[in-house]
């Protein structure tokens, strides 16, 4: 990826969700529960405020929950991106 987030934005790629129910029922992506699982792929440098640098939670590689209306989507190279402020991140994975 050759995009740099800027300030407290994070570009996530989205997680292949299960599309299927524990009895195989095949689920439509309208259907599925919200939010979203993601892979941070690319973080900005945090916010200035008030004098005082903030520094970022989340990291590349960690897998988040986000709501995928509140993120901005990009193609690039072929795949889908969301970009969005950490603020909006629900919570990190812990696998």
């Known amino acids: 990826?050759?995009?740099?987030?800027?300030?407290?934005?994070?570009?996530?790629?989205?997680?292949?969700?299960?599309?299927?129910?524990?009895?195989?029922?095949?689920?439509?992506?309208?259907?599925?529960?919200?939010?979203?699982k993601a892979k941070v792929v690319a973080v900005g440098d945090g916010t200035n405020?008030?004098?005082?640098?903030?520094?970022?939670?989340?990291?590349?590689?960690d897998v988040v929950l986000f709501n995928r209306y509140n993120a901005d989507e990009f193609k690039m190279e072929g795949k889908t991106y969301y970009i969005l402020r950490e603020i909006d991140i629900l919570g990190v994975v812990d696998d």
């Open 1 to 36: 990826m050759k995009i740099k987030p800027l300030f407290d934005r994070v570009v996530l790629e989205l997680t292949k969700p299960e599309n299927k129910t524990e009895t195989g029922f095949v689920l439509p992506d309208n259907a599925q529960n919200k939010p979203e």
């Open 49 to 61: 405020f008030d004098g005082h640098q903030t520094k970022m939670k989340v990291k590349v590689g």
